[in-house]
């Protein structure tokens, strides 16, 4: 949905009338504009701050004008450019479409054809972007648009000039999105075309069979597995698989070149013959014309995206908000039958709503065309939440200025909420699991457990995997909110699951950790602790990290459940571990965050606070970012162990810290939500919730999410 302008928005920016506010993102903000000759584009305008750097319009007309000449068939063009203005902009055409993330986790993987002409497209859009002198440098699924006619992708090299411009400088930023980066990005090495090559074989992996060939986790954990482990491929169709993994040789040299790789894709995509035609070998026949080349689900999605700025956007821009849904106070108070998730692209009331249309699709076009990702900023709210809304923000008429939109569950969300694809997932204590759009906050679908659900969720390859404590792991459809399989265990699943090399891992209050496949449900083995699990496993390097009631920090063979080692700390280990390198880190409530050896469980270091640790680490720039029940945010020096800021807070920290763009982000007992540079550790801002935040906070395209004890889950704008 695209947002009135603001008081303080441009009216103008350069030759194009703007017309309404798209998104923001730590580069700046997204705008909807118009050219003198009518043609929809979005306008992308810089944050005055980031011109302070002397070199920094230079770069920035450099990279621009290089920009310009790329005129691949699979790019989004950038139509104008001025780095002499004030604040400078940049302007791209719109693609309708899906991107690639989206419709993985709406429909799930492509078929194979589908992935040919996929990295064809790709492949084609590379040799462009490189002929023009840029490496893109950020090559995933959300950067990848699905068209009509062919893919897109978008923000070649713009963003990735900038961020290299305006923040290199700061210590421990690299360009790039975990899992989907060449090791030579994360290891400081020269980045060049090869680069590329490789995301592109992350993205066929993804395209082919719903997940990264990295797994999922922590940015730390993932890059640990780009940098010494293969990649996962197992799922991915033989064909695609020998092509991607050449693309994901860990040396650049060792990769296949981007012309190599289009003659072999070009190979089986084929001139459109005859409908029903094909050629004497049984190659795949394709054409890139219509949305033949999908899917027929994902090709219906991509023509329902409408043209922002077009006529038929002006009719969808305010419809009417879907109808209460009578499921909604049964689900929150327990009474009546249980209801049946709503299928995907349905609102609160189960019915699609052209506001879904626009936001969730045109929307994330437009968005990702400028080149920033966001994702829309959208004002909607899932269901009827008008009259709890304003119980939450106190009786006020209107939403707080960082507020993007608040929606509430049926119960306290204590759980960290996972944003992926552009949907975010929020586990209530009232027994759901709730997808909500990120962009609108829109309720997607609703699946109901037997009992609070205080496990986040785990999403790959088009699965969303969650515990409950109703004593079982579920395994449900992303698109359609319907359970594949379940997995009894026999106690609470309050620990968060991780998947990786098609396993996921929950640890259980009957005190095991389980290690159960990902397509059947069915348990490959299970450790016994001797306390109950509620740390979330982390995989790395072969071996699954997971903490124990028991007082101990456990390290365990991902393949065969037998123990390595076990540390123990004297309290018990509710914190997630954090895996950096050769350094796994968690917390005890013994009020320490410890750092040991991730091969042998020799400690390396102990950090002690004044209080219990129960929040779980993340790591970023070379430090360890945890709270403590002593009431502050710490940053810790992963190598030293030394203290390198404390940010007082004043009450309980038990909210995990999620750090993106160099902010550290965290929820306290006192309901409120801090951002904390991560470098200094000093205030950006804070916002004030309605209830105590236990939720740790997901960081995705411009927003922040959390969750309170009221129920409510918010996005803030960053």
């Given at each position: ?25 730590g ?76 419709a ?30 840029l ?12 068209a ?23 210590s ?43 797994g ?23 064909d ?34 005859p ?128 507020e ?19 949907v ?74 991780v998947?990786?090399?098609?396993v ?24 016994p ?27 365990v ?23 950096w390198g050769?350094?796994?880190c ?24 004044d ?9 970023a ?56 540079d ?25 927003l ?10 918010y996005?803030?704008?960053?």
């Amino acid at each position: 949905m695209v947002e009135a302008l603001a008081a303080d928005d441009p009216r103008w920016v350069g030759p194009y009338r703007i017309t309404g506010r798209l998104g923001a993102g730590g580069m700046g903000r997204v705008y909807l504009g118009r050219s003198p000759g009518g043609r929809a584009v979005a306008v992308k305008v810089i944050r005055p701050e980031l011109t302070g750097d002397p070199g920094f319009r230079a770069r920035f007309a450099r990279e621009a004008a290089a920009a310009r000449s790329v005129s691949g068939a699979f790019t989004a063009a950038v139509v104008g450019a001025d780095p002499d203005s004030v604040p400078p902009w940049l302007a791209t055409l719109h693609v309708p479409g899906l991107s690639l993330a989206e419709a993985v986790v709406r429909h799930g993987p492509l078929p194979a054809r589908s992935v040919w002409a996929l990295g064809a497209g790709l492949a084609e859009a590379l040799q462009a972007i490189h002929a023009a002198g840029l490496v893109h440098r950020d090559l995933k699924p959300s950067n990848v648009l699905l068209a009509a006619d062919g893919p897109r992708v978008i923000d070649f090299g713009i963003a990735a000039a900038l961020e290299a411009g305006a923040t290199l400088t700061r210590s421990g930023v690299i360009i790039g999105t975990p899992g989907f980066m060449a090791p030579e990005q994360l290891t400081g090495g020269p980045v060049g075309p090869a680069a590329d090559v490789f995301c592109l074989g992350a993205v066929l992996v993804f395209a082919a069979c719903g997940r990264g060939p990295f797994g999922q986790g922590s940015g730390a954990a993932l890059g640990y597995r780009v940098v010494h482990e293969p990649p996962d491929v197992a799922g991915v169709p033989e064909d695609v698989r020998a092509v991607a993994v050449r693309c994901l040789a860990k040396a650049p040299d060792a990769r296949p070149t981007v012309p190599d790789i289009l003659r072999e894709l070009a190979e089986r995509v084929v001139p459109e013959p005859p409908l029903g035609a094909e050629d004497d070998a049984g190659t795949v026949v394709l054409a890139l014309r219509g949305a033949r080349w999908l899917p027929d689900p994902v090709a219906d999605s991509v023509d329902r995206a409408h043209p922002l700025g077009g006529a038929d956007a002006a009719r969808t821009e305010a419809p009417a908000d879907p109808a209460p849904d009578p499921r909604a106070d049964r689900a929150a108070t327990g009474t009546g039958p249980r209801p049946e998730p709503a299928g995907p692209g349905t609102g609160a009331g189960g019915h699609a709503t052209r506001r879904r249309v626009l936001a969730g699709l045109a929307g994330v076009a437009a968005a990702a065309a400028a080149g920033l990702g966001a994702r829309l900023l959208g004002g909607g709210t899932g269901g009827d939440t008008g009259g709890a809304r304003a119980s939450a923000s106190g009786g006020r008429g209107r939403r707080a200025e960082r507020e993007s939109w608040a929606v509430a569950t049926g119960g306290p969300v204590t759980a960290a909420v996972v944003a992926a694809g552009g949907v975010v997932y929020a586990s209530s204590k009232d027994g759901s699991l709730y997808a909500l759009d990120a962009g609108s906050g829109e309720q997607r679908w609703q699946f109901p457990t037997g009992n609070g659900v205080y496990s986040s969720a785990a999403v790959t390859g088009g699965v969303v995997y969650v515990g409950s404590a109703d004593y079982a792991l579920y395994a449900v459809n992303a698109a359609t909110g319907r359970e594949k399989w379940h997995f009894d265990t026999g106690g609470e699943v309050n620990s968060s699951p991780v998947v990786a090399g098609g396993v996921v891992y929950v640890g259980s209050d009957d005190r095991h950790l389980y290690a159960v496949d990902t397509r059947t449900g069915e348990q490959r083995w299970k450790f016994p602790t001797g306390g109950w699990v509620r740390s979330s496993p982390v995989v790395a390097g072969g071996l699954v990290y997971v903490g124990s009631r028991d007082g101990s920090l456990y390290a365990v063979d991902a393949r065969t459940g037998e123990e390595r080692w076990r540390f123990p700390t004297g309290a018990e280990v509710k914190s997630s571990p954090a895996v950096w390198g050769r350094v796994v880190c968690a917390g005890s409530y013994d009020g320490s965050l410890y750092a040991l050896d991730a091969g042998s469980g020799k400690r390396r270091w102990r950090f002690r606070t004044d209080g219990g640790v129960g929040s779980s680490p993340a790591i970023a720039g070379g430090a360890a970012h945890v709270g403590s029940d002593d009431g502050h945010l710490y940053a810790v020096d992963i190598r030293s162990g030394q203290r390198r800021w404390a940010f007082r807070i004043g009450h309980i920290v038990y909210s995990s810290p999620a750090v993106s763009g160099g902010v550290a982000y965290v929820g306290a007992k006192n309901g409120e939500l801090y951002a904390v540079d991560a470098g200094t550790g000093e205030e950006r801002w804070r916002h004030l919730t309605s209830a105590d935040i236990k939720s740790s906070p997901a960081v995705a395209d411009g927003l922040v999410f959390v969750g309170n004890d009221s129920g409510f889950v918010y996005a803030l704008r960053t």
